[in-house]
């Protein structure tokens, strides 16, 4: 009568997990308690390196999101295995692309080109027509004789970023007048121009180069340092220890003297301020105005602590759903045992997707947007994509009800038994020749903290599956280069990107032509399969095939098919982005949907549009009085025909 029944046993389980609770809680109270005692911060505090005479007021400070730069004065973005050029600035103040895309509409804004690209109707040649009375930041006049040397200059130089893309495509590039570009193409390409368009981020070949600074350069030597530039900044200083770089506003940038557009921030600063804990300090004392993410647990701390803040929204949940690329785990396709099909598609089978998913559910109500594949799954995408392929997708292990592919360890073991592997008598899982499979994985350390967080995740659940596993993180200077050239087995990668509907501009790269052995990255262009031949031949005539002709969309799903086939990468979803902005000192960001001209993409090219719009708010001390000017809109300026 007086004996315990088996369910009123304490449960270990609940009391861990109130131990954990209360522990967590002490640390974020104790965290809390310190900030409100910190001192009030300075109009100048110390990670703020501005001239003697300028005041908070006068700069915009933006996150530098790749951490410490180990060469902080190469600005030759053209070389594979440079940092993010994002996170010093010069994609967003300095360069220059002939076009850019607008993220939150898709439209393309004609910068330096006078507008659109004129295409023959056979799409066999483009007309670019250029602005007159733009100039680099030297003051010498910017005109076709430099678009035609930065094709031909990356077209007939091996070992620079976009030389297999124009060596494919350019049949011959010419100067027609001083503002006027003639290209002609090897094939028919309806979509020649978003080479030279920045649509996500930025590639290295977006950006314009100066003809009369590089022709006297080597090109794979150069660092182009100071860089001149294009947009409406010019770099000041550098910091020797590759933590922060400082831009100064051009006050003769072409964009005022021809548009009436001036930002109002005389300096933008893009630094490093160190561990995440300590960016979320920054911003809760109003020291950093724009961040690319925090980890859930940080923008907790950020939104308890600064009433001023926004992000996607003005209001919760904050967090932007639809960052351009799917973070997850990619393999080296040209490493054994990651150039096994089977082997893949095993260690994607032995993830269990809700552990994944519940790490970055935030605070706010914010959840990740689930992707399995490698689409950023909007709205419009998950109806021309996800929806029409998931029959399909069911057949190779998909399952509907988590929107993921299905936990099956039984099913992994039998699909590395089949190719050779088995386990050891320690358990662990042995390769074919019966060494012990180890596998390594890279990871970011000090930057893109959410793909390191994977990294440990993913880790875990290999490892319970009996796989020995190293996480090996490393510092900017590592990562880039190890993912450009292909020196890794596995790493915590974000290959899948996308924006617009048609996807061709995004997958094209998976195409062999495009293989580039000096610059492999995962491999899977160079990857030989059973189908390539018919990715291929997709992929082409995906090229070949205008952006509004429907057949562009049955042709993506195919190239996905395969894809999801092959699993040469496992993407989760583009992680919730607490793309923060604090309204302290700067307004009129952009948010969703009142005011929405511009995603929050402060790490990527677009960025410029953000800057130029930006209104001081007058709480803090300011010495330059500028207001922006107009707003960035240019209008079409093709000459008429006769």
């Known amino acids: 009568m007086g004996e315990k029944k088996p369910e009123e046993k304490p449960r270990a389980r609940p009391k861990a997990l109130y131990i954990a609770a209360a522990i967590i809680v002490v640390i974020v109270l104790a965290a809390l308690a310190y900030i409100l005692t910190l001192p009030k911060a300075p109009q100048v505090a110390w990670q703020l390196p ?20 180990a060469d902080p004065q190469n600005f030759n973005r053209l070389v594979p295995g440079r940092p993010g050029w994002g996170a010093t600035g010069y994609s967003q103040v300095c360069a220059g692309a002939l076009w850019y895309i607008n993220t939150t509409n898709s439209e393309l804004i004609s910068w330096l080109a006078a507008g659109p690209p004129e295409y023959s109707p056979d799409y066999r040649e483009v007309t670019i027509y250029l602005r007159k009375g733009i100039t680099w930041s030297d003051g010498v006049p910017f005109t076709a004789d430099d678009v035609v040397f930065h094709i031909n200059l990356i077209r007939n130089t091996q070992g620079l970023f976009g030389n297999a893309i124009f060596k494919k495509w350019v049949a011959d590039v010419s100067k027609v007048d001083d503002y006027t570009v003639k290209v002609k193409l090897t094939e028919p390409n309806p979509r020649f121009h978003l080479f030279l368009t920045v649509v996500i981020y930025g590639s290295p070949y977006n950006g314009i180069v100066p003809k009369h600074i590089w022709e006297k350069e080597d090109p794979l030597k150069f660092k182009f340092y100071p860089p001149v530039c294009l947009g409406p900044y010019v ?35 893009f630094i490093h301020h160190g561990p995440e804990d300590k960016k979320a300090l920054a911003m809760s004392r109003h020291e950093l105005d724009a961040i690319r993410t925090f980890l859930p647990e ?86 021309l994509y996800y929806e029409p392929l998931e029959s399909e997708l069911v057949k190779l292990g998909y399952d509907p009800s988590i929107k993921w592919w299905k936990y099956d360890p039984e099913k992994a073991a039998r699909l590395l038994e089949s190719v050779g592997f088995k386990k050891g008598p320690d358990g662990k899982w042995r390769l074919p020749n019966g060494e012990k499979w180890v596998i390594n994985i890279i990871a970011p350390s000090g930057f893109e903290m959410e793909s390191q967080r994977i990294a440990f995740l993913v880790a875990d659940q290999w490892k319970a599956f009996d796989i020995e596993v190293n996480v090996n993180p490393v510092e900017t200077g590592v990562f880039s280069p190890s993912w450009s050239r292909g020196t890794f087995d596995v790493g915590a990668f974000w290959p899948g990107c996308s924006l617009l509907a048609d996807l061709t501009p995004h997958i094209q790269w998976w195409h062999s032509k495009y293989f580039d052995p000096s610059a492999p990255s995962i491999g899977w262009a160079g990857y030989s399969f059973p189908k390539r031949d018919l990715l291929n031949s997709i992929i082409d005539e995906m090229e070949r095939t205008p952006s509004g002709d429907p057949k562009i969309y049955e042709l993506g799903r195919e190239a996905l098919l395969i894809w999801a086939e092959q699993a040469p990468w496992i993407g989760f979803f583009p992680t919730p982005f607490y793309t923060l902005n604090d309204n302290y000192v700067w307004t009129n960001w952009p948010h969703y949907p009142d005011n929405y001209y511009m995603d929050p993409v402060y790490w990527w090219a677009q960025m410029q549009f953000i800057i130029l719009q930006l209104k001081p708010t007058g709480n803090v001390e300011r010495l330059d009085k500028t207001m922006p000017g107009k707003p960035p809109v240019l209008p079409i300026e093709i000459p008429k025909k006769p």
């Open 235 to 269: 770099l000041k200083q550098v910091d020797p220890g590759g933590n922060w770089f400082l831009w100064e506003r051009n006050e003769n940038w072409w964009g005022t003297r021809l548009y009436g557009m001036k930002p109002a921030p005389k300096y933008v600063l």
């Open 50 to 69: 501005l001239p003697p005479d300028a005041r908070r007021g006068d700069v915009l400070v933006i996150e530098n999101h790749h951490g410490t730069h």
């Open 298 to 383: 940080n923008f907790q701390v950020v939104w308890q602590n600064n009433k001023y803040i926004g992000g996607w929204r003005k209001e919760p949940p904050f967090a932007w759903l639809f960052d351009a690329c799917v973070k997850g785990i990619a393999f080296n396709l040209q490493r054994y045992p990651y150039n096994i099909t089977e082997v893949r598609l095993a260690l994607r089978h032995v993830i269990n997707f809700k552990a994944i998913y519940e790490a970055f559910e935030g605070p706010d109500g914010s959840l990740p947007s689930v992707a399995a594949l490698p689409v950023v799954p909007t709205p419009l995408a998950v109806k």
